[in-house]
């Protein structure tokens, strides 16, 4: 699918939808409660879709009464060996796996496109330590787990991701020993919080301090009402799309939130916008636009936004956290340097740094997203403003995260 993007000005208002990273954790968490939870807020993303299919074969009970609204019914128990698919989702498979190694039954699990390049070898080396029957494919999907994991105190490498630890918190509590987990060379910091965050909605406890986490065995999750908070990761483009000049405004958005992305609003002040908070709802104010430094390490998704927001600058603008970037839907650092340098921008990538040298202007060009969603998003927004129309191909990828994208883009022009 093409999508073709003529410049113009874009005014108007955007619902963000539901961040998928929220949801997905609230979906896994009511499958393994007791009793009937009710989850409102929901999206309608490929990643969340393949979560709910996921938590269905594992033997919950899904009643949509909207398509934002579900009552989740926990698991009562698995009677025979599974497969599982988390779509094209690493934090789903990530979850669903180190759950499914809870359960004394044979567990596949398996994903789809850029999910089958993604390394899984925390997996062959971690599980077994808690006494789970891990087999992976060279490293790779399919992965096969049996358990119950056992309680153990252990140190676990962060480097990676956070979710390979967000999985591991939510599913050590079910075992019957205590556990504690000494996490090294933590990164995303913010989504392990999260996924506490949510961990304690539906009664779970766990001790935290710095990279420490004490977890209690015997632990039972709890059936509750759950509100699903807008995404920051979506609402990225649309902040750097206002900054850049359009008039949009992006309600939806919990600004108390522990979403990673949130920290696109300390990246938008570092450029010298000004943040508008008025009626629940959030303008930029991008008049004094420069160059910026930023550190996106914790919030690696935030990149293909930046790099929007640093083609508008004129100068050099730098984003530490390159290493994060390569095992993406795209070797995304690569993709970025690629895709917007065939619209003149120049991006140099030197070790853990991309250096952006900004002209204010793009031109127009015949653009590809590489299958990323991400890509594709902001691929989108710098052709909004760029001297000639941008065609942008693989333009469906954005279903991944944000399946109204184009939808809500061509609002803007009405």
Not at 156 to 173: E, R, T, W
Not at 178 to 203: C, E, N
Not at 215 to 232: F, H, K, L, V
Not at 244 to 270: C, E, F, P, R
Request: charged content about 20%; proline content about 4%; aromatic content about 6%.
């Amino acid at each position: 699918m093409e999508q073709h993007i003529q410049p113009g000005f874009l005014s108007g208002t955007i619902q963000i939808p539901a961040s998928k990273s929220d949801s997905q954790r609230a979906i896994l968490c009511a499958a393994l409660a007791e009793g009937k939870s009710r989850l409102s807020g929901l999206g309608s993303s490929e990643d969340e879709k393949a979560m709910l299919g996921s938590v269905r074969a594992l033997g919950a009970r899904v009643n949509l009464i909207s398509p934002s609204l579900a009552e989740i019914s926990g698991i009562t128990e698995i009677s025979e060996p599974l497969s599982l698919s988390a779509g094209e989702s690493g934090l789903g498979l990530r979850l669903l796996t180190c759950v499914s190694a809870g359960f004394d039954q044979k567990v596949v699990l398996n994903g789809t496109g850029s999910l089958l390049k993604r390394p899984m070898d925390f997996f062959d080396e971690v599980l077994p330590e808690f006494g789970c029957e891990v087999k992976t494919t060279n490293g790779f999907l399919p992965i096969e787990v049996c358990g119950p994991l056992q309680g153990r105190d252990l140190t676990v490498d962060g480097s990676l991701s956070s979710q390979f630890i967000s999985g591991l918190l939510m599913a050590l509590p079910r075992s019957e020993q205590a556990s504690s987990l000494t996490v090294s060379d933590m990164k995303s910091g913010p989504y392990i919080q999260m996924t506490l965050k949510t961990l304690r909605a539906f009664g779970i406890e766990i001790e935290n301090q710095e990279n420490v986490f004490r977890i209690p065995g015997n632990q039972s999750y709890r059936a509750t009402d759950y509100r699903i908070e807008g995404d920051w990761s979506s609402a990225s483009y649309w902040l750097a799309a206002s900054a850049v000049g359009h008039a949009i405004s992006i309600s939806g958005l919990t600004m108390g939130s522990l979403q990673a992305d949130k920290a696109m609003l300390n990246a938008l002040m570092n450029a010298g916008c000004k943040i508008q908070i008025e009626n629940q709802s959030v303008r930029i104010d991008g008049e004094n636009l420069h160059p910026f430094e930023f550190d996106a390490e914790n919030c690696p998704d935030l990149f293909p936004a930046l790099v929007v927001l640093a083609a508008k600058c004129r100068g050099i603008s730098t984003i530490k956290g390159v290493r994060r970037l390569e095992h993406k839907e795209s070797n995304r650092g690569v993709t970025l340097q690629s895709e917007f340098g065939k619209m003149g921008l120049k991006i140099d990538l030197n070790d853990d740094e991309m250096v952006i040298h900004g002209t204010g202007s793009l031109e127009g060009a015949h653009v590809s997203s590489h299958h990323d969603h991400r890509i594709a998003m902001s691929l989108a927004i710098a052709g909004s403003f760029a001297n000639g129309k941008t065609i942008i191909q693989n333009a469906e990828a954005v279903a991944k995260s944000y399946p109204d994208f184009w939808e809500h883009l061509h609002s803007l022009n009405e």
